[in-house]
Nanobody, 124 residues
């Protein structure tokens, strides 16, 4: 069956960096747009970033532009999220997800498979 497994979360001080990974199995990875979402306590899950099937196109929510970089390695069935200059407001559970849509999907209902999430905590 399809599995998405996130890793790389942790506790970091403001201004620090983390690199999240999401390893996929049970699917043809290269036919999916891959996305990262996050959910902070008491808030709705929100779009963070997405990368096209070949990796050439990337999309970000405004709040992370210039700080986060999404990339993928189709040979390893893995998508990454490099997070630099982290802020306390980046604290959340981060999820990776797959989409068969075209263009730049940014809403939850445009994604079909989801990982279990990894916690990112940024201390001030």
């Amino acid at each position: 069956q399809v599995q998405l497994v996130e890793s790389g979360g942790g506790v970091v001080q403001a201004g620090g960096s983390l690199r999240l990974s999401c390893a996929a199995s049970g699917l043809t990875f290269s036919v999916y747009i891959m996305g990262w979402f996050r959910q902070a306590p008491g808030k709705e899950r929100e779009f963070v970033a997405a990368v096209s099937r070949g990796g050439s196109m990337t999309y970000y929510v405004d709040s992370v532009k210039g700080r986060f970089t999404i990339s993928r390695d189709n040979a390893k069935n893995t998508v990454y999220l490099q997070m630099n200059s982290l802020k306390p407001e980046d604290t959340a559970v981060y999820y990776c997800a797959t989409s068969r849509r075209f263009g730049s999907p940014k809403t939850l209902d445009e994604y079909n498979y989801w990982g279990q999430g990894t916690q990112v905590t940024v201390s001030s």
